[in-house]
Nanobody, 126 residues
Framework: QVQLAESGGGLVQSGGSLRLSCAAS????????MGWFRQAPGKEREFVAA????????YYADSVKGRFTISRDRAKNTVYLQMNSLQPEDTGVYYC???????????????????WGQGTQVTVSS
């Protein structure tokens, strides 16, 4: 079993930055893919970024490319999402997720991830 706990959300003005953390525990993650998703009120859960736990390879949604950076610290079993130049459309609940396979074409699909955190709210004011 895998447990994921997000932190770091909050209220920020447009153009500001936040760093989200996802602390993972319960199993080893050497072959896992880790992802960040977000969900705005009334909308479907949306892919944001993903990283291979083993290789560090990354993949981003077009909407965040160049503004967000996903990274991992294997010693701390933690995945991060650095978010810069935040815009009101980035508002939503951000979820960390883990899949028991390496990064691949499936990375943007929520159903491919078996484990999810509880989410952390990010609100960007204009």
């Amino acid at each position: 079993q895998v447990q994921l706990a997000e932190s770091g959300g909050g209220l920020v003005q447009s153009g500001g930055s936040l760093r989200l953390s996802c602390a993972a525990s319960g199993r080893t993650f050497s072959s896992y893919g880790m992802g960040w998703f977000r969900q705005a009120p009334g909308k479907e859960r949306e892919f944001v970024a993903a990283i291979s736990w083993s290789s560090g390879s990354t993949y981003y949604a077009d909407s965040v490319k160049g503004r967000f950076t996903i990274s991992r610290d294997r010693a701390k079993n933690t995945v991060y999402l650095q978010m810069n130049s935040l815009q009101p459309e980035d508002t939503g609940v951000y979820y960390c997720a883990a899949a028991s396979q390496g990064l691949g074409p499936w990375a943007t699909i929520p159903a491919a991830y078996a484990y999810w955190g509880q989410g952390t709210q990010v609100t960007v004011s204009s």
